[in-house]
């Protein structure tokens, strides 16, 4: 099946390991070790030394089942990537179907397992429950959902899940805070999976359009969100007009940017839209993280977009 006449193992290690960098989206990896960074300093407003394991864990989790999912998708769209994407490492010979099949599958059981460890660690099984749930829906998208209308919903729900499970560490009961958060994610990477389906000339002007609304909700309901948590975090205090411009700048900017996929509804112009919504996701986070732990907790979340844009400048993303 591979394009080229030199074989997988002939090739210098440096390829080969770009190519698996490849194949799992080793950017947005980082995307998905911010959400739950960001759901865990969330619902732990007053972490203790000891749960360091525990976050370490869910991160570990965390980045496996996204690496899972994505390296699953091109297995599961392996015949349609050699008409369309041939450059891929699956179809481009550079990574053997097989292999692909085995390290997806493979780093799906590490995802439940590291979870199923945190649950052990944290006293409550509904980081074990929402890493099984999680392994679910990644194979459900990929597997039948994601060429369906409801593919982008789906592909929501695993983010949102995702926040959730960086959340599940904390003993005390979910709040509408917590829901909102998780649900605000959901919501616009729903919007973005829509979006994206432009790159292969897939949506039109009035899809794109309303993709975009969707991406621009998703960020709008976090308008209300330090009113829901304020009552659980006493010593919360943030200047509503500074709250409401940061929503609403961040909010414009992304507008505008995806807007810009209706006026020119190009591969190369939605694709750049895309991409300026995963960097966005990072900062979305970091303001989710804000409400509850300030300054602080907001640097700690957006140090992630450092890997992203460097490994983003040598490994594609979308």
């Not at 794109?208 to 991406?215: E, F, K, R, Y």
């Not at 330090?226 to 509503?240: A, K, M």
């Not at 411009?245 to 992304?254: C, E, N, P, Y």
Request: glycine content about 10%; overall charge neutral; proline content about 6%.
């Amino acid at each position: 099946m591979a394009t080229s006449s030199e074989s997988p193992t002939n090739r210098p290690p440096q390829e080969i390991f770009r190519a698996y960098l490849e194949l799992v989206r080793a950017p947005n990896v980082f995307t998905a070790m911010a959400d739950v960074v960001a759901g865990f300093l969330f619902a732990n407003p007053f972490m203790t030394s000891d749960q360091g394991l525990i976050l370490a864990l869910l991160v570990g989790a965390s980045s496996c089942l996204y690496a899972a999912g994505v390296a699953l998708n091109d297995v599961f769209d392996a015949d349609l990537d050699f008409l369309e994407r041939p450059e891929r490492p699956i179809p481009s010979g550079r990574i053997p179907l097989a292999v692909a099949r085995r390290l997806g599958h493979g780093l799906l059981v590490a995802g439940v397992i590291l979870a199923g460890t945190s649950a052990g660690l944290a006293g409550t099984p509904r980081t074990g429950i929402l890493g099984l749930v999680l392994a679910g829906s990644i194979v459900l998208y990929d597997g039948v959902l994601k060429r369906t209308p409801f593919g982008p919903l789906a592909m929501g729900a695993c983010r949102t899940l995702n926040m959730l499970l960086g959340m599940s560490a904390c003993l005390l009961p979910w709040g509408p805070g917590h829901w909102l958060a998780a649900a605000s994610i959901g919501v616009y990477i729903a919007g973005v999976t829509w979006l994206s389906r432009g790159e292969t000339g897939a949506a039109s002007r009035w899809q794109l359009a309303l993709a975009t609304i969707v991406i621009v909700a998703g960020i709008a309901v976090l308008l209300v969100l330090p009113s829901l948590v304020e009552s659980c975090v006493p010593l919360l205090q943030i200047e509503p007009l500074r709250w409401y411009l940061l929503i609403g700048v961040l909010g414009t900017f992304t507008a505008l940017r995806c807007l810009q996929t209706v006026a020119e509804p190009e591969p190369e112009v939605i694709q750049a839209a895309v991409k300026h919504c995963i960097l966005s996701l990072v900062i979305l986070d970091a303001a989710i993280c804000f409400v509850v732990w300030g300054v602080q907790g907001a640097i700690v979340v957006i140090l992630f977009l450092a890997p992203v844009l460097l490994l983003g400048r040598w490994i594609y993303s979308t």
